[in-house]
């Protein structure tokens, strides 16, 4: 039986808060939203939105040329979210009375765990309606402090370099690693907000190549870099993008995509760049 069905939606609800509201959901943002969109979809029956191309579309923020076929972005944020929910289970919140499960295949929440209150079943206690205000609270001050606080403080520089730029002499150079670079750093220097070293100051740059992450910031004097790798699988290229940030060394962010199209394409870098600054959430705001 899905056992969400049976069950009252404003548990369910506050269960989905507790759970967005742990420090394992904090700052991972699509993955709360992807748990937000299915769950009120099948609270509120509407189940056949729940596919990948919906998924892609609402939760993703892809555009009218998006294919689930090319691009697997739900598929991956599904095993994703899978994996967080077992860590959150399995930690700070193993002594929940219910469970979120995503069944292999199937992008429809299922509850299990303890069935909770229905219609006509006592109310919760006033101290368990103060918890879950409480609850609230803290998710509206999460919101507060990813969302807001950030878009209020300068944009740091930023550098999209070629990942086989920085490799050791005796590695030849990815000659679409740096094309797509050099398409990246065109699209960010037309973002509103954005801080983006100049492609021909980079390029100047030889040197840095077998050089360590945080002596390239240092000498381009950005302190987040964005690395760019593009590699073949078979008839598939796949492309990574590291943001790093220096001196401390830690990833920010990784994303990949697969291409079928040949990326020597004018064109086809364009959307790519596009897609990746878009995806970085420098399009239109300053972070």
């Not at 209150?117 to 507060?144: E, K, N, Q």
Request: aromatic residues 6%; charged residues 25%; neutral net charge.
């Amino acid at each position: 039986m899905n056992a969400i069905d049976g069950a009252d939606a404003d548990a369910i609800r506050a269960h989905v808060a507790r759970v967005t509201s742990s420090e394992l959901f904090v700052g991972a943002e699509r993955l709360c939203r992807f748990l937000h969109f299915t769950v009120e979809s099948k609270l509120n029956g509407r189940e056949a939105d729940v596919k990948e191309y919906t998924l892609g579309r609402e939760v993703f923020d892809r555009g009218e040329t998006y294919d689930p076929r090319l691009d697997p972005i739900v598929r991956v944020e599904a095993r994703r979210l899978r994996s967080r929910l077992a860590e959150y289970y399995g930690g700070p919140g193993r002594d929940e009375a219910l469970r979120l499960e995503y069944p292999k295949g199937s992008y429809l929440p299922v509850v299990s765990g303890a069935i909770a209150r229905t219609a006509g079943s006592p109310a919760p206690s006033a101290r368990r309606a103060w918890w879950f205000a409480a609850v609230a609270v803290v998710v509206i001050l999460v919101v507060i402090a990813v969302v807001a606080v950030p878009r209020l403080m300068p944009a740091p520089m930023v550098a999209p370099i070629a990942a086989t730029s920085i490799q050791p002499n005796d590695r030849t150079l990815d000659s679409l690693d740096v094309a797509l670079a050099q398409a990246v750093d065109e699209d960010l220097a037309n973002q509103p907000g954005s801080r983006v070293i100049a492609w021909p100051e980079i390029a100047r740059h030889p040197e840095m190549r077998g050089s360590e992450l945080r002596d390239v910031a240092a000498r381009l004097g950005a302190p987040r870099l964005l690395l760019i790798m593009v590699r073949d699988i078979g008839e598939i290229r796949r492309i990574n993008v590291f943001a790093i940030d220096e001196p401390e060394g830690r990833k920010r962010l990784a994303l990949t995509y697969y291409a079928d199209v040949s990326l020597a394409d004018f064109a086809v870098q364009e959307t790519y760049a596009k897609r990746i600054v878009r995806d970085l959430g420098y399009s239109g705001q300053t972070r």
